[in-house]
């Protein structure tokens, strides 16, 4: 008898749709026509490489000929075409990578050795890196300041470059630059060397 009532009761409770009521259950109208089942898939061809500037048109008959013209050449000439087409456009000479203070273990060979009294005949230096070793917490600010003033970075940039330190801050300068940066950094709190 008990579990008639109870069973009763359980059925006797409103269902959710009439607690929330007509306004909460909504038909789903898709805004989209549906695809035609008949239809066939498009196929698309992929090309063989992935280029992230899209596709290029064809090239002229002109550059087709020159490339051809260019792999008629001899080897000799070829080479020749480079360094050529780079002082005809002008474009930048490429900077040498010194290897100084560099071990090049095996890699040196038969020279490797005899490479010690040449290192002492080299050159003096001409261009010089300035590194921010430490600066003082108080004079943060002036330091930024002073990094702002010798190289083209926002406040931003600038921050995060001396909060790294020890940090490069300008490459390649020459001597009176470097003692001038490290002089007016030295003003400012901070401590810089000349590398």
């Given at each position: 008898?008990?579990?008639?009532?109870?069973?009763?009761?359980?059925?006797?409770?409103?269902?959710?749709?009439?607690?929330?009521?007509?306004?909460?259950?909504?038909?789903?109208?898709?805004?989209?026509?549906?695809?035609?089942?008949?239809?066939?898939?498009?196929?698309?061809?992929?090309?063989?490489?992935?280029?992230?500037?899209?596709?290029?048109?064809?090239?002229?008959?002109?550059?087709?000929e020159l490339a051809e013209r260019i792999a008629a050449l001899p080897p000799?000439?070829?080479?020749?075409?480079?360094?050529?087409?780079?002082?005809?456009?002008?474009?930048?000479?490429?900077?040498?990578i010194a290897d100084e203070g560099m071990d090049l273990g095996a890699q040196?060979?038969?020279?490797?050795?005899?490479?010690?009294?040449?290192?002492?005949?080299?050159?003096?230096?001409?261009?010089?890196?300035?590194?921010?070793?430490?600066?003082?917490?108080?004079?943060?600010?002036?330091?930024?300041?002073?990094?702002?003033?010798?190289?083209?970075?926002?406040?931003?940039?600038?921050?995060?470059?001396?909060?790294?330190?020890?940090?490069?801050?300008?490459?390649?300068?020459?001597?009176?630059?470097?003692?001038?940066?490290?002089?007016?950094?030295?003003?400012?709190?901070?401590?810089?060397?000349?590398?």
């Open positions: 008898m008990n579990l008639v009532r109870l069973v009763k009761a359980v059925c006797a409770r409103p269902s959710i749709r009439e607690i929330m009521g007509p306004l909460q259950v909504l038909a789903f109208q898709h805004d989209f026509v549906p695809r035609d089942p008949n239809a066939k898939s498009k196929r698309f061809k992929y090309p063989q490489v992935y280029d992230p500037y899209g596709p290029r048109p064809p090239p002229s008959d002109k550059v087709v000799e000439e070829r080479r020749q075409i480079g360094p050529t087409l780079t002082e005809r456009l002008r474009h930048p000479k490429m900077q040498v040196g060979g038969a020279g490797a050795g005899a490479g010690a009294p040449k290192a002492e005949e080299k050159k003096e230096k001409t261009a010089f890196d300035v590194k921010l070793e430490k600066f003082d917490a108080a004079a943060k600010i002036k330091v930024i300041k002073e990094v702002r003033a010798f190289t083209n970075l926002g406040l931003k940039e600038a921050k995060e470059l001396v909060e790294k330190a020890p940090v490069i801050l300008k490459q390649g300068i020459t001597k009176d630059e470097a003692n001038d940066i490290m002089e007016k950094i030295k003003a400012a709190g901070g401590v810089a060397v000349m590398e």
